[in-house]
């Protein structure tokens, strides 16, 4: 009987004790986490603006949608993610009479921030796997289509996100883990929110992650055949005919595209795998909540919800860094990058002027020949022997030479 009747007790102080130590780790993740995401993610993502901007990237249809996620996710943590850092750091900042309309801007921004990024990275998937597999039909560097998708993906989201401009509004005090959420004023958005979003939600989800899934396969496909294409290539060179004009510029084009998005398929692969894994976590624990507030209020669901949050936000600074490992034209960029940031535009010029420089005394004293192979290869050509068709053409004469760089 005793035994009993010290149950209730013994067990109350277990809970007080687990219950205390997930507020310290809550608030030691909110404190430090947050700040840090905020930094680093806001200066990655505009070293990608930049980079998308240079020579390599900035006639693709891939640097749009390249630059419109980097600037998503930079204003997402300069706005939602310092909004949720005062808020859980900081008591009494905000006040319920006075974050009604700013909670229903939140959500709608907040909600339409995710699934706007996810929609970027599963159409720029489609569109290089297409790219890959019809290299003759797609066009590969149709900026001004892009924009325009760009624009009909941002016009979808708002229709997706427009219903959390009316039932949004701040948590009450005893719930800390974030500020606003909905909560239905009438039985008509109680059932839209309680019914038909989370099947809208999971299956715009579903849709985007089978579609990012597929394109990747269709993406690794490619990448190896594109390996097989070049090796046969490589082996007819010398057989090859080059009086068939047509035929053989069928074949360049084909080569040269293949080349291009063989470089940019990794950092496309890299980042939707990461991206799956990051935000996967918080979509799951959304559809076991049910949408339902009071979920949230025993800590371990608060903890939970903190950190398959900041896995989600967590998405939106990485990206940067798996650019920079998967892909080499983006290393390149960035260097040219910081270059010009060190030495200014006449800084570049010069380097470019001083590799030119070098590579043009080194044809002239070794090969005097004219119509001779120079088997060093030009400094503005690509790797697979053909010019680089954003470099204006040049032509170079024993005793002189120009550089439209300069």
């Not at 797609?138 to 989201?157: E, N």
Request: proline residues 4%; aromatic residues 12%; positive net charge.
């Amino acid at each position: 009987m005793s035994n009993l009747t010290s149950l209730p007790f013994s067990m109350t102080s277990e809970l007080s004790v687990t219950e205390s130590t997930t507020q310290l780790s809550l608030g030691v993740i909110h404190a430090v986490y947050p700040p840090i995401l905020i930094l680093v993610g806001v200066t990655c993502n505009v070293f990608i603006i930049l980079v998308m901007r240079t020579k390599q990237f900035c006639r693709q249809s891939t640097a749009v949608f390249m630059t419109t996620g980097a600037v998503n996710d930079a204003l997402s943590l300069l706005i939602s993610m310092t909004t949720h850092w005062l808020h859980v750091s900081f008591d009494g900042i905000y006040y319920q009479n006075e974050v009604k309309d700013i909670c229903r801007f939140l959500d709608f921004y907040g909600w339409g921030n995710c699934d706007y990024g996810i929609l970027i990275t599963s159409t720029m998937t489609v569109d290089r796997a297409l790219a890959m597999t019809f290299p003759l039909k797609v066009k590969t560097k149709s900026v001004k289509r892009a924009r325009v998708t760009v624009v009909i993906l941002l016009l979808i989201v708002v229709a997706k996100e427009f219903h959390f401009l009316i039932g949004s509004h701040m948590v009450p005090e005893s719930r800390k883990e974030r500020l606003c959420d909905v909560y239905p004023q009438t039985d008509s958005y109680k059932f839209f929110w309680k019914e038909v979003w989370p099947w809208l939600h999971l299956a715009y989800l579903s849709l985007c992650f089978i579609t990012i899934i597929c394109s990747n396969i269709v993406l690794v496909i490619q990448i190896i055949k594109s390996s097989k294409f070049e090796e046969s290539i490589r082996k007819d060179s010398n057989s090859f005919d080059h009086s068939k004009g047509k035929d053989h510029n069928k074949t360049s084009y084909v080569k040269r595209t293949r080349k291009q998005l063989h470089t940019i398929a990794p950092m496309l692969i890299g980042e939707s795998i990461l991206m799956l894994i990051l935000t996967f976590p918080f979509s799951v624990q959304l559809s076991v909540s049910e949408y339902n507030p009071e979920f949230y209020r025993a800590p371990g669901m608060a903890l939970l919800f903190s950190v398959t949050f900041y896995m989600l936000y967590t998405n939106k600074c990485v990206t940067f860094f798996v650019y920079l490992v998967t892909g080499s034209k983006f290393r390149e960029s960035l260097k040219q990058v910081f270059w010009r940031c060190l030495k200014g535009k006449g800084g570049v010029r010069r380097n470019r002027f001083n590799t030119f420089s070098q590579w043009y005394k080194k044809r002239q004293g070794g090969y005097s020949r004219q119509g001779e192979k120079d088997p060093a290869g030009s400094p503005w050509t690509t790797e697979s022997g053909s010019k680089d068709p954003e470099t204006p053409n040049r032509r170079l004469h024993h005793g002189n030479f120009v550089s439209t760089h300069l």
